[in-house]
Nanobody, 123 residues
Framework: VQLQACGGGLVQTGGSVRLSCAAS????????MGWFRQPPGKEREFVAA????????SYADSVKGRFTISRDNAKNTVHLQMNILKPEDTAVYYC?????????????????WGQGTLVTVSS
């Protein structure tokens, strides 16, 4: 499975960004999907995850209520709507695919990773 993330850029505090991740080379509906991020100088961390059908989602506490993960299995895409952005949301954002039909924050449960897209939130 190949994943291609896009949608990052420079945004002001309080603004919004929508990230998208397009999948190819596999049966997209058979993968749980997740978004992770890596702030400058820090380790990669969990942001959000969604099950095969989209019926269950999970979020990191730091983004709960501000970010929304969704997927369109007909278009092989997963999205991350990011609202009320803060400077601490600045990071490279990665989409990832897991063969398990569950929401998990564990990096090692994701077999496939996109190349990352940079989101910079200015204060």
């Amino acid at each position: 499975v190949q994943l291609q993330a896009c949608g990052g850029g420079l945004v002001q505090t309080g603004g919004s960004v929508r990230l998208s991740c397009a999948a190819s080379g596999g049966t997209f509906s058979n993968f749980g999907m997740g978004w992770f991020r890596q702030p400058p100088g820090k380790e990669r961390e969990f942001v959000a995850a969604i099950t095969w059908s989209g019926g269950t989602t999970s979020y990191a506490d730091s983004v709960k209520g501000r970010f929304t993960i969704s997927r369109d299995n007909a278009k092989n895409t997963v999205h991350l709507q990011m609202n009320i952005l803060k400077p601490e949301d600045t990071a490279v954002y990665y989409c990832a695919a897991s063969p398990y039909n569950l929401v998990t924050s564990t990096l090692t449960w994701y077999n496939y990773w996109g190349q990352g897209t940079l989101v910079t939130v200015s204060s």
